[in-house]
């Protein structure tokens, strides 16, 4: 059974840094890509990275422009967000969540699960980033 679980929300002064966590258990990670999303009150949730463990391919959305960077450790098997000079827009529940690429073309299940968040079977409890401004 896929687990996931973010860690690593709080509460940050607009400029500063976080870094969020998640935890992958019951499946083996480098058969999967691993994603970051969001979802801020009253809006839907959107895409904010995404990783392929197996050789580190990496996804953004253009609106990250390089404040954010997705990391994983295979070995301890942990994907990271690391996101830098936040802004109080960025407040919102972060989740990571994944998706199986076995059988498929990586590239389009990055871009099916950025494009459509909601058809991702496995997600992990979100954890809340607040920015203060």
């Known amino acids: 059974e896929v687990q996931l679980q973010a860690s690593g929300g709080g509460l940050v002064q607009a400029g500063g840094s976080l870094r969020l966590s998640c935890l992958a258990s019951?499946?083996?990670?480098?058969?999967?890509?691993i994603g970051w999303f969001r979802q801020a009150p009253g809006k839907e949730r959107e895409g904010v990275a995404c990783?392929?463990?197996?050789?580190?391919?990496?996804y953004y959305k253009d609106w990250v422009k390089g404040r954010f960077s997705v990391s994983s450790d295979n070995a301890e098997r942990m994907v990271y967000l690391q996101m830098n000079n936040l802004k109080p827009e960025d407040t919102a529940v972060y989740y990571c969540?994944?998706?199986?690429?076995?059988?498929?073309?990586?590239?389009?299940?990055?871009?099916?699960?950025?494009?459509?968040?909601?058809?991702?079977?496995?997600w992990g409890d979100g954890t809340q980033v607040t920015v203060s401004s």
């Open positions: 969540a994944a998706e199986t690429t076995t059988h498929r073309d990586p590239e389009i299940t990055v871009a099916t699960m950025f494009r459509f968040p909601n058809s991702i079977g496995s």
């Open positions: 019951g499946f083996t990670l480098e058969d999967y890509a």
């Open positions: 990783i392929l463990p197996r050789d580190g391919s990496i």
